[in-house]
């Protein structure tokens, strides 16, 4: 298997802009999670989805911040309009289970530098 | 209030050596508890996930503790290799109407020849 695949790699853009990440989680998993990572605050769960259905968005920073799941094979996190201050690794990570509970694989990580 | 707290903060040690990160938690109820690896630029990697009952959990040359009553885990490191350098986080789980994550801030871990 894959893994867990992101898109993009990194990302540069100017304050503003509408940014669109993409995650791709391992087949057969029925819940994927959305997390960022800075070095000041470390990692914080923005959002999670199980069969599709957003569960816990309480994580999302604010109203800038969306998350769609469209199907079983495929999440976006958008931001729009972004800021410096959005700056950060963006993990996507998913895992067979209904809840936090079970394992979680993460993808490689969207590093995004709002300037 | 819901924290998660890990020492120390970074930690240098010699190739083949031991060592043993700390995490102590206030996280309640608590479902579960787990390390995890991150190397630099990498995803985090699952080492242990550890429930209310459990320990001791072993992953190789990794060794988890848990005690609940005092709410501290330890996260073991038998034999140091150089490839063990990396961030190690503490993660708890708190059961609620639907699941709460708390992260720790990490333990930064270097192992030099």
């Known amino acids: 298997d894959a893994g867990v695949i992101q898109s993009p790699r990194h990302e540069v853009t100017e304050m503003g802009q509408e940014v669109t990440l993409r995650c791709k989680p391992i087949?057969?998993?029925?819940?994927l999670f959305w997390y960022r990572q800075t070095m000041m605050r470390g990692l914080e769960l923005l959002i999670y989805f199980n069969n599709n259905v957003p569960i816990d968005d309480s994580g999302m920073p604010e109203d800038r911040f969306s998350a769609k799941m469209p199907n079983a094979s495929f999440s976006t996190l958008k931001i729009q309009p972004s800021e410096p201050r959005d700056s950060a690794v963006y993990f996507c990570?998913?895992?067979?289970?209904?809840?936090?509970?079970?394992?979680?694989?993460f993808g490689p990580g969207t590093r995004l530098t709002v300037t | 209030k819901n924290q998660v707290e890990q020492s120390p903060q970074s930690l240098i040690i010699l190739e083949g050596k031991n060592c043993t990160l700390q995490?102590?938690?206030?996280?309640?109820?608590?479902?579960?508890l787990r390390w995890y690896k991150q190397d630099t630029g990498r995803g985090p990697v699952s080492l242990t996930i550890m429930t209310f009952s459990e320990n001791t959990k072993s992953n190789g040359r990794y060794t988890a503790t848990l005690d609940a009553d005092t709410k501290q885990s330890s996260l073991h490191i038998t034999a140091s290799q150089l490839s063990d350098s990396a961030s190690y986080i503490c993660?708890?789980?708190?059961?609620?109407?639907?699941?709460?994550?708390?992260f720790g801030p990490g333990t930064s871990l270097s192992v030099i020849p």
């Open positions: 993660v708890v789980i708190m059961k609620t109407s639907y699941d709460k994550v708390i």
């Open positions: 995490c102590n938690y206030t996280v309640s109820p608590f479902s579960n």
């Open positions: 087949s057969g998993h029925n819940s």
């Open positions: 990570a998913s895992s067979s289970g209904t809840d936090l509970s079970y394992e979680q694989y």
